[in-house]
Nanobody, 117 residues
Framework: QVQLVESGGGLVQPGGSLRLSCTAS????????MGWYRQAPGKQRELVAG????????NYADSVKGRFTISRDNARNTVYLQMNTLKPEDTAVYYC??????????WGQGTQVTVSS
């Protein structure tokens, strides 16, 4: 059974930073490209960032380029999302999943990120 457990969200002021973590079990993590996705209230879930197995390639949504950095630690089965210069429009529930095509059976509970003064 696949489990993806996200953590690290919270309330932060505009311009602040957060680091999200997602630990995976039940999959061959080191053989899967991984991504971070988010869903804001009233909006569809969207891809934020993706990273290949070896970390050689990363991709970002235009809205987060230059502010967010995705990374992974295959020894820890964990993928990270460093988020800097946060904006109110980054407010959403953040999820990890495989990339570039997520598996709808893999969604975890997500972690809430709220950017507000």
């Amino acid at each position: 059974q696949v489990q993806l457990v996200e953590s690290g969200g919270g309330l932060v002021q505009p311009g602040g930073s957060l680091r999200l973590s997602c630990t995976a079990s039940g999959i061959f993590f080191s053989l899967r490209a991984m991504g971070w996705y988010r869903q804001a209230p009233g909006k569809q879930r969207e891809l934020v960032a993706g990273i290949t197995v070896s970390s050689s390639t990363t991709n970002y949504a235009d809205s987060v380029k230059g502010r967010f950095t995705i990374s992974r630690d295959n020894a820890r089965n964990t993928v990270y999302l460093q988020m800097n210069t946060l904006k109110p429009e980054d407010t959403a529930v953040y999820y990890c999943n495989v990339y570039p095509n997520f598996n709808s059976n893999y969604w975890g509970q997500g972690t809430q990120v709220t950017v507000s003064s």
